[in-house]
């Protein structure tokens, strides 16, 4: 939304955040031209999270972060992008493929006009797809993962779902009709960073900006479970769409975060897949065809004889008293989570810093690794029985990996104490894993 100027001193990669690019440097006669903006990000992201965590910890008497909770965000972004390693973005394969057959006329790549045509394009696309997303129960399995923190961080921001782009796509596809592909892989990149400043409760009011931007106060809305909030602000850059169709709400009382049946987990597959079961479940108890298909495409609290959104007055009250998730995670237990955590987080960046160079076998092979970690550590925050056994086999897998240089420690000066500190966690979970095995037989 610049054109240079007073901006060229500011890091391209933080500018890109802010979509501050100039059209110049963001205009790509070719898709393979368009740099990775959300993989660049990554850095900020998580030197962004830290900062508002400091800030948090002066500014407000709030727990604004849970450790657990913020470790298990970052591993649902994680994840939600390692079908990348394999393959190009559905969204971005489903344009290509209709631009190549069906465009009606083509815009040219460089026009400045061009630009802000796709900018304005891609964030009326993104409302429509957004609302479908919350008013269409199989589209919501998906979306609920990013709403299923009861925290609103910075941290929130990168809880994605893995299935999303199953379904996106559709809703952008239009734009493939004029939109050169190489202006869309620019701005649905920069729509999403944009976003990203969104979930903080560290920006209270944006004075005049609020009318016509969609700001922290008003996404704050989004993510609650007050029943004001639900299905309201779905805006991506512009609440301009909310105010004109009907679906904004200001901020009133203060909001509650989070699902208004929240799952109660941190294992990372629950919190992806679990909404698909509870649709299941509940078409099963239908007799009709009508409602078991209702049960999908109708809204998530639907139930025969509701409005197609479903009856509010069925939302659960919030009180002001709900506790969030927190299962009894012990301090040196968090600490190694995260240690783990972190580096697994440099083996994602190497990941995709040297996909090219990557056989498909190989990048199944470290994505399956990634998963197996995450899904751990899922398993240690949440305390359950077979945490000690799954981080054990995952242990072992990560000295195999290092011993044979698949794995690299962050630098060289710290590769001699991340082997031994792999070894100790293998004896540390083989013995949890004995201890269990035999307290179980005895109980058996």
């Known amino acids: 939304m610049a054109d240079g100027g007073l901006l060229g001193p500011v890091p391209s990669r933080l500018r890109a955040m802010l979509y501050l690019l100039s059209t110049n440097e963001s205009s790509f006669p070719r898709v ?10 990554n ?29 298990v965000s970052v591993s649902l972004g994680v994840i939600s992008r390692l079908p990348l390693l394999l393959m190009r973005g559905l969204e971005l394969s489903a344009y290509v493929l209709v631009w190549e057959r069906y465009r009606l006329l083509e815009l040219p790549w460089d026009s400045a006009w061009t630009w802000w045509f796709s900018f304005l394009a891609v964030d009326f696309c993104y409302y429509w797809f957004h609302r479908f997303a919350h008013e269409v129960a199989f589209l919501w399995a998906s979306h609920q993962v990013h709403h299923s ?27 493939a009709l004029a939109v050169p592909p190489s202006a869309f892989a620019v701005h649905i990149q920069l729509n999403l960073l944009f976003q990203f400043w969104l979930h903080t409760e560290i920006i209270r009011d944006l004075g005049p900006l609020e009318w016509i931007f969609n700001t922290p106060k008003h ?3 989004h993510h609650g479970r007050n029943l004001y909030c639900i299905d309201k602000n779905y805006g991506g850059i512009f609440i301009v769409w909310d105010r004109l169709f009907g679906t904004f709400s200001p901020e009133k009382d203060k ?14 597959m629950t919190s992806q897949f679990h909404y698909y079961s509870s649709l299941w479940r509940r078409s099963t108890t239908y007799a009709s065809l009508a409602d078991k298909v209702s049960t999908f495409v109708k ?46 987080l440099h083996t994602y ?25 995450l899904t751990s550590l899922g398993f240690i925050i949440d305390c359950r029985p077979m945490a000690s056994i799954l981080e054990m086999l995952r242990c072992v897998a ?33 013995m949890q894993s004995f201890s269990h095995v035999f307290v179980k037989s005895k109980l058996d």
């Open 32 to 41: 393979e031209d368009v740099p990775a903006y959300v993989h660049q990000a």
């Open 43 to 71: 850095p900020w992201f998580l030197g962004l999270v830290v900062l508002e965590m400091l800030l948090a910890s002066l500014m407000s008497d709030v727990k604004l972060y849970n450790v657990a909770d913020s470790v």
């Open 149 to 175: 923190s009861e925290y609103y961080n910075f941290s929130t921001a990168l809880r994605q779902p893995l299935t999303q782009q199953l379904t996106s796509w559709i809703f952008y596809v239009p734009m």
């Open 219 to 221: 996404h704050r809305v």
């Open 255 to 268: 909001v509650v975060y989070g699902l208004v049946y929240p799952s109660n987990s941190f294992e990372i």
């Open 299 to 344: 809204g998530p609290s639907w139930t025969p004889g509701d409005p197609r959104l479903g009856n509010y007055d069925h939302v659960p009250k919030v009180t002001g008293e709900e506790k969030p998730h927190n299962p009894s995670c012990s301090l040196p237990l968090q600490f190694y989570v995260v240690t783990h955590f972190l580096l697994l």
């Open 349 to 373: 960046h190497e990941l995709f810093e040297n996909r090219a160079m990557l056989s498909q076998v190989s990048a199944l092979g470290m994505s399956t690794y990634v998963l197996l970690t």
């Open 398 to 430: 990560m000295a195999t990996l290092l011993q044979y240089h698949h794995l690299s420690a962050p630098n060289s000066a710290l590769t001699a104490p991340t082997q031994v500190l792999v070894y100790l966690s293998v004896m540390y979970w083989a």
